[in-house]
């Protein structure tokens, strides 16, 4: 089944704790993306990749860092989290940048207190 | 600047009522129009691409270059279509991989 895998599904952790959600792709899409989704402000994009090793900041990327040193996976990291990055994530990938529409995972809960 | 505005954050009808979901965007290009669903506590589903003029759940949606907007109808609602509706534009034939821009969303509650 052609899908997007994020996990964990659920994170509590401490300010300052470093942690990594990790996003596997088995569709050999080139293009990936993170986003962020808060009440009130929609989807707001932290970092895409349109290939291996070709990452570029979104509109809110302070706080995080990406890689992608295989077509399939693009974790996201956060060095030192903080409360204001409590939120839900979205990993998402398609071909073409997107003209055919992005497939999305299941979405990643994240506290931090 | 891209942008993408959803003036409704909530839209309330009864089952049967007709559904327009409002959509007005903001691109100096050729833009590529999206709707996305979130049912509750689920991934983002692609509903619809404006290239692809099709229906899917009985909704549709026809982009007004004109009024510059996109906004998608359904003309009986089904408690079922209670979900979180995203609007998104996506630049055709830019190679850089450029951001899929979202609304902030509207959240339609059908009831009986």
């Known amino acids: 089944e052609a899908q997007v895998t994020q996990n964990p599904r659920y994170l509590i952790t401490v300010t300052g704790k470093k942690l990594t959600v990790t996003c596997s792709q088995n569709?050999?899409?080139?293009?990936m993306s993170w986003y962020r989704q808060d009440p009130g402000l929609g989807l707001r994009q932290i970092y895409y990749s349109m290939n291996v090793e070709v990452t570029d900041k979104g509109d809110v990327p302070e706080g995080y860092k990406v890689s992608r040193k295989e077509k399939r996976n693009f974790p996201l990291i956060l060095e030192s989290p903080s409360p204001n990055q409590t939120s839900l994530y979205f990993c998402a990938s398609s071909s073409s940048g997107g003209h055919y529409g992005y497939t999305f995972g299941s979405g990643t809960r994240l506290t931090v207190v | 600047a891209q942008r993408v505005t959803q003036p409704e954050k909530l839209l309330s009808v009864f089952k049967g009522a007709p559904v327009e979901l409002k959509c007005n965007y903001s691109y100096s290009g050729s833009p590529e129009l999206f709707w996305y669903v979130q049912y509750s506590r689920q991934r983002l589903q692609l509903l619809l691409r404006h290239i692809s003029r099709e229906s899917i759940k009985g909704f549709t949606a026809d982009l007004n270059k004109g009024e510059t907007s996109f906004h998608l109808k359904k003309p009986f609602a089904q408690e079922e279509d209670s979900a979180m509706y995203y609007c998104?534009?996506?630049?055709?034939?830019?190679?850089?991989?450029?951001?899929?821009?979202f609304g902030k969303g509207t959240t339609l509650s059908v009831s009986s």
């Open positions: 998104a534009l996506s630049e055709v034939g830019n190679q850089a991989g450029t951001a899929l821009i």
């Open positions: 569709m050999n899409h080139e293009y």
